[in-house]
Antibody, heavy 122, light 110 residues
């Protein structure tokens, strides 16, 4: 069965960096676009970024452009989110999710991980 | 990239029907048929209930249906059941090749 396992979360200080990983199994990872979504405490879902199945296309929400970088290693079936210059408002549970469609992505999020908590605190 | 507008809460009694609206702009909801709806029970992973405005993934009850008119999409749940109590989010593809979620709606089954 499809499994997505996020890791790399933790408590960090403002201005520092963190890299999240999302290890996938149970499906052909290289065929699907992948997304990052976050949910701040008590808030709703916020979409962060998408990377196409081949890694050639990536798009971000404006609030993280220039600070966060999405990447993937299809040989390892792993998605990453490099987060730099972290701010207090980046505190959230971060989820990775598969796109529902094979290439091109259709921007429907199908399978989700259980999330990893990132806390930015001074 | 403003969030789509959803009511903060809706409620209904078992067996009744409810509708949740999701209002965007011509750059997202109104411009594309890439509207999805997600059910989220706190502490679990969200689950897609509707995609491409009105399509149900396999395994999703036909009590869930979706539609769109202009810049507003809607999710209707008929025959409400206690297990339907959850947070519901709409999402839409945008003209910037990004995705935007609604603010979420808390459904209470009375």
């Amino acid at each position: 069965q499809v499994q997505l396992v996020e890791s790399g979360g933790g408590e960090v200080q403002p201005g520092t960096s963190l890299r999240l990983s999302c290890e996938a199994s149970g499906f052909t990872f290289s065929r699907y676009g992948m997304h990052w979504v976050r949910q701040a405490p008590g808030k709703g879902l916020e979409w962060m970024a998408i990377m196409s199945s081949d890694g050639n296309k990536k798009y971000y929400v404006d609030s993280v452009k220039g600070r966060f970088t999405i990447s993937r290693d299809n040989s390892k079936s792993t998605l990453y989110l490099q987060m730099n210059s972290l701010r207090l408002e980046d505190t959230a549970v971060y989820y990775c999710a598969t796109d529902y469609c094979t290439s091109p992505s259709c921007y429907t999020l199908d399978y989700w991980g259980q999330g990893t908590l990132v806390t930015v605190s001074s | 990239q403003s969030a789509l507008t959803q009511p903060a809460s809706v409620s209904g009694s078992p067996g009744q029907s409810i509708t949740i609206s999701c209002t965007g702009t011509s750059s997202d909801v109104g411009g594309y048929n890439y509207v999805s709806w997600y059910q989220h029970h706190p502490g679990t992973a969200p689950k897609v209930m509707i995609y491409d405005v009105s399509n149900r993934p396999s395994g999703v009850s036909n009590r869930f249906s979706g539609s769109k008119s202009g810049n507003t999409a809607s999710l209707t749940i008929s025959g409400l059941q206690a297990e339907d109590e959850a947070d519901y989010y709409c999402s839409s593809y945008t003209s910037s090749s990004t995705l935007v979620f609604g603010g979420g709606t808390k459904l209470t089954v009375l």
